[in-house]
């Protein structure tokens, strides 16, 4: 398998991506990042490129693959709908365009959110702007697409995310997550059950298009 990656420095991606160099099944990830990460895994090749509104510069370094992980996303605390829509949305949407002609038949798998808002219509603005996002992509003519909506997920070891608020969160919440899982199992996951996850419905489907935290959850211990 020949995988796409976006957002491959996020707590999730970080995740993923160590799935994926675990899996035997993968062949090559491709990262597309905007910064130089430096990976130096022999599986893995990086692209750096700046402009996320527009992907056709390196269009046909895109094509052939077989799954794309899009795990790139940005907290909504203190941003106005605009400027989160450019990033959700816009940029979701530009590099899901350029797959669907260069690699059609590859399976598209986006990282959305528990309570994402499929009406658009809701008070809550990420979650609206995420539905968008979502109907936008299962619009789409791809392989199959899967929309993955996770509550909380514990980082896996050594993993850590580029937001300071969430990584003082995950620091005093971290000794809990035993507790917390046991008590509310369906809403709890972790970046490695979330990149198993992945790659499960990569190779073989899954029964539904919207996956909730609890699915995640199961496939990722298959």
């Known amino acids: 398998m020949k995988v796409i990656l976006f957002g491959s420095t996020g707590m999730v991606g970080q995740g993923v991506l160590r799935e994926c160099l675990r899996d035997p099944q993968v062949e ?17 090749r990086e692209i750096v490129h700046e402009n996320f509104r527009d992907f056709s510069p390196i269009a046909t370094e895109l094509r052939g693959y077989d799954a794309c992980f899009f795990c790139l996303g940005v907290s909504s605390a203190g941003m106005n709908e605009a400027d989160y829509r450019r990033v959700t949305y816009d940029f979701t949407m530009a590099a899901a365009g350029t797959l669907v002609r260069e690699s059609p038949n590859l399976t598209f798998v986006y ?5 994402t808002d499929s009406s658009e219509r809701g008070r809550s603005m990420w979650a609206r702007v995420k539905g968008m996002t979502e109907n936008a992509l299962l619009a789409m003519p791809f392989r199959a697409a899967y929309m993955f909506r996770p509550a909380f997920i514990q980082p896996g ?17 971290g000794p809990l997550f035993p507790a917390v899982r046991a008590l509310f199992p369906r809403f709890v996951t972790t970046t490695g059950e979330v990149g198993r996850a992945m790659l499960e419905v990569a190779r073989h489907g899954a029964p539904k ?3 909730e935290s609890a699915d995640i959850v199961e496939l990722g211990r298959r």
Do not use: M, N
């Open 209 to 211: 298009r919207v996956l």
């Open 157 to 173: 070891k050594g993993i850590t995310s580029k937001t300071p608020a969430y990584r003082v969160f995950y620091k005093l919440l």
């Open 28 to 44: 090559s990830v491709l990262t597309i990042v905007r910064k130089p990460a430096g990976q130096p895994e022999a599986k893995v």
């Open 111 to 115: 990282v959305s959110g528990a309570g």
